[in-house]
């Protein structure tokens, strides 16, 4: 490693952490309706809104009302973007004159949007138009985001609120994670990347000729605006094939480090907003101090792997040299290793490399952030509530310990609060597990691989894996675009999100209306060192008694033959 490259770790995470805390606490004055130094300009555009929609944002809903709106507001969501793939060559802005996509694909792509996964088994440049991309796949990485923002708030209420019954009102929820959470930092990051060179036009694609007299096709696009939500919303689906490794969606290195912000700022930011619900920030801080250690040793070891050699070549000119196929050269390893861990760890899934290129241990820990729930960061809000699901889980453990009813913040988790933890415990392995058994045994799905064995196993496992953790990102090894992929793929999504958002809300409901019991000598303490390792172990512990023995037969089974 060059001087540089401690400069592009030190320089990512000062940016991360620095305003993580002022913009947790923004968010939660945004989301309890407080007045925040940008309501003079967004507040009468909030309150159109309202009036337009037939809103009251006063009058709050009970978890069940809350679920029903959630549903229905992205149930139609499906069904519009659906529509607009399906018939996109009968639609405007379509200057290349693109086809729909067909039907299974379509399915596959308006499931992955509005679940926040937006797994891609197809080429933007060559199959959406500039109507899909906007009105369709942009719209979707707002309000998909926003959901999670509004999922999370309604826990933290659930959590922080005395003998009620309401949660808050899902509309309002939405309206003001959209228009005060993301969208201005959207605004800021798509002026910044047009600076650096991003695409934002309705231009036709350009057509040139290379060097080598060969005619080549230019896409350009409206590209700007979908990167700066995709990084921002943990969305991750690119505007061209290649993703944030194609030059027009990440140009410079300069585009390079404040994408890579992008993925984690808000994640980050919400661990401190959940702080100000429960009105003790030391809860946020051993949240943190959770995720960072996750973070650090997946980073460190994806890091540590990714220098190494590869012993199969076994050739004297790469001997000590860390290998470079897959990677784009201008971003070097570091900025791979990072991006890598930090997309996965967020649920963000965009890539500035192919992930089928990693070393095997790479690959593993690309698929150990996504299989133990998307916790390290997550998506936005989607990564916080999972934390907190694993949070009540140690507590739950704490209590059996001890022998003491467990409890949390002063609400006991009781038989009720049990039996939804345990059904969230059970989305990954059937999501992964399952469905990814299914695939390794049909001759058909088998036969969409890029190679044989351990590899081939690793490219089905990583795909179901990203799927049910509303990742996105791929082995690239994988055909997935057949109607078998497209459509399981698609359970495994719907199940990685509604599987969650369904036992959350309940939860939330549940514990609003507990009252808060008195904070004794014999309380466990959720906020010191004990804890936090308490913590990490769990969660280290679920996901490797569910899934080492996959991992034992991809990855790891990969690594002990790599060089014989």
Not at 40 to 55: D, K, M, Q, S, T
Not at 114 to 124: E, M
Not at 267 to 282: E, I, N, S
């Amino acid at each position: 490693m060059h001087s540089y490259d401690y400069a592009l770790i030190l320089a990512f995470f000062v940016l991360v952490l620095l305003p993580a805390p002022w913009l947790g606490r923004f968010y939660y004055k945004v989301m309890e309706g407080q007045r925040t130094w940008m309501t003079p300009v967004l507040g009468p555009v909030e309150n159109v809104c309202y009036r337009i929609a037939g809103v009251d944002p006063a009058s709050e809903q009970s978890w069940v009302k809350y679920t029903l709106a959630l549903l229905a507001f992205n149930l139609a969501g499906f069904v519009i973007l659906f529509a607009i793939l399906l018939f996109q060559q009968y639609l405007p802005l379509n200057p290349q004159h693109l086809p729909g996509q067909e039907w299974t694909l379509a399915f596959n792509t308006a499931v992955s949007f509005v679940t926040n996964t937006n797994w891609q088994s197809y080429s933007g440049e060559a199959s959406l138009s500039y109507l899909s991309q906007m009105v369709g796949l942009t719209v979707q990485n707002f309000v998909s985001a926003a959901t999670g923002l509004a999922v999370l708030v309604a826990l933290c209420r659930g959590i922080s609120r005395r003998s009620t019954k309401t949660l808050g009102n899902f509309w309002a929820d939405m309206t003001r994670a959209t228009l005060y959470g993301l969208l201005p930092l959207c605004l800021v990051l798509a002026v910044f990347l047009v600076w650096q060179g991003v695409p934002q036009t309705f231009a036709h694609y350009v057509n040139a000729v290379t060097m080598q007299g060969v005619d080549q096709v230019i896409p350009l696009g409206p590209a700007a605006s979908q990167i700066a939500i995709k990084q921002l919303g943990t969305n991750g689906g690119g505007f061209f094939g290649a993703n944030s490794a194609h030059p027009f969606e990440n140009p410079t290195a300069w585009t390079n480090l404040f994408e890579l912000v992008s993925i984690i700022l808000i994640p980050v930011a919400l661990v401190f907003t959940f702080g100000h619900y429960v009105k003790d920030l030391r809860q946020s801080r051993a949240i943190m101090a959770c995720m960072l250690a996750l973070f650090l040793i997946g980073g460190g070891t994806a890091l540590y792997t990714e220098y190494q050699p590869n012993p199969t070549l076994n050739s004297p000119l790469v001997e000590h040299t860390a290998p470079q196929e897959g990677k784009e050269v201008r971003f070097g390893t570091t900025g791979t290793v990072l991006w890598t861990e930090a997309t996965t760890a967020a649920s963000n899934g965009s890539v500035n490399a192919m992930h089928d290129s990693l070393n095997p241990m790479s690959g593993m820990v690309a698929l150990v952030n996504m299989m133990v729930g998307e916790v390290i960061f997550g998506g936005v809000g989607a990564g916080l509530y999972g934390m907190l699901l694993n949070v009540l889980i140690a507590v739950f453990l704490a209590g059996l310990m001890i022998g003491r009813t467990p409890e949390y913040l002063g609400k006991k988790l009781q038989a009720k609060e049990v039996q939804l933890l345990v059904v969230t415990l059970l989305v990954m392995p059937v999501g992964v597990l399952v469905l990814g058994a299914i695939a390794a045994v049909l001759p058909s799905a088998v036969a969409a691989l890029s190679n044989p064995g351990p590899h081939g196993f690793s490219q089905i496992l990583y795909a179901f894996t990203s799927a049910s953790a509303n990742n996105g990102s791929a082995f690239g090894g994988l055909s997935g675009n057949t109607p078998f992929y497209n459509l399981m793929l698609s359970l495994g999504m719907l199940l990685g999100r509604f599987g969650y958002i369904l036992p959350v809300l309940a939860l939330a409901g549940s514990l609003a209306m507990k009252k808060t019991a008195p904070v004794g000598q014999n309380t466990f303490p959720t906020h010191g060192p004990l804890f936090v390792a308490l913590l990490t172990v769990t969660i280290l512990l679920v996901g490797g008694l569910t899934f080492l023995p996959t991992l034992a037969l991809g990855p790891i089974a990969e690594q002990l033959t790599m060089g014989l």
